[in-house]
């Protein structure tokens, strides 16, 4: 599942490329068609994300949310004002990278390819276009709507006006484990598999321990370290959470995917701090758990 960095460039992408113009959506796959007519000719206003929800505003005070779930992706494309034509979301062995086509940027734009039949919302402007596929949740809400969805989500690491005080007491009236706690998009926004794993393992910390017992200052620490990690996933359209100590002689724009993470994905390969062959992964509430038996006890 795309995780919070790759919805805030999906808002960057559209508040680059699409906020102040008036724009077409259709549906070609047909599901969304009714609510592609409420926003065909509207003007975009604004984009913006908050956790894993995608929001964009139109000047007839309705707004489309997007939430991508495991399967969902955006695709761009259009002329020299995008530069290049690109996929952000699924699939998932993108690895959340995002991908690119130079040449097909360098071409002259002559309107947007006929679109697949599994698109669920195509939205053209005279200078570029967007499809969204295979989305969860792709609806149109009016500003009560919004405001209802957002009172449900956590404070969002990568908000600069984010107040943490809502996670810091999410974690302290309960007893499920932290790492349980991170993936709580009620308690904390746009966390997802990658960062809940490199954070924990940043700070040392036992996945399985019971959210209340853990420090004030170690929830603090994970705060501050998933608003700089996630902010460099915005920077460089992946994550990567390895320091430079880590992964000597390679940047971090090149560090992904061999030298990118700690303990996510890497069961079998030797822990890049102690040494050991420590790296394990099991479930925690359905989801894939990885962490380090030695650093992180």
Not at 37 to 43: E, F, T, Y
Not at 150 to 163: E, I, M, S, T, Y
Not at 212 to 234: I, K
């Amino acid at each position: 599942m795309p995780e919070g960095h790759s919805i805030h460039r999906v808002a960057r992408r559209f508040q680059d490329a699409f906020v102040g113009q008036r724009l077409r959506a259709s549906s070609p796959q047909g599901r969304f068609a009714q609510g592609a007519a409420l926003v065909d000719g509207a003007r975009a206003v604004g984009a913006y994300a908050h956790g894993k929800h995608f929001f964009l505003v139109f000047d007839n005070d309705l707004t489309l949310n997007v939430h991508l779930g495991m399967y969902g992706a955006w695709t761009f494309g259009g002329d020299a004002t995008f530069r290049a034509s690109s996929s952000i979301g699924a699939p998932r062995k993108m690895g959340e990278e995002e991908s690119s086509d130079s040449e097909e940027a360098e071409r002259e734009y002559v309107g947007p390819p006929a679109p697949r039949p599994t698109t669920r919302v195509r939205l053209e402007s005279d200078n570029g276009w967007a499809d969204l596929i295979g989305a969860t949740t792709c609806r149109i809400l009016e500003p009560t709507g919004v405001a209802e969805l957002r009172k449900k989500l956590g404070p969002d690491p990568l908000d600069p006006d984010a107040d943490p005080t809502p996670f810091y007491s999410a974690c302290r009236k309960t007893s499920r484990p932290i790492g349980a706690v991170l993936m709580d998009q009620q308690a904390i926004a746009g966390i997802g598999n990658i960062y809940r794993a490199e954070s924990l393992f940043r700070a040392g910390l036992d996945p399985h321990t019971p959210a209340h017992r853990v420090p004030d200052e170690t929830t603090a620490l994970l705060w501050r370290d998933n608003v700089r990690l996630m902010s460099t996933g915005v920077e460089l359209g992946r994550i990567v959470t390895t320091a430079p100590e880590h992964r000597l002689g390679v940047s971090s724009r090149h560090a992904w995917p061999t030298h990118a993470n700690y303990v996510y994905g890497r069961v079998g390969h030797t822990c890049r701090v102690c040494g050991n062959d420590a790296i394990v992964m099991e479930d925690m509430g359905g989801r894939k758990l990885y962490w380090c038996t030695v650093c992180q006890t």
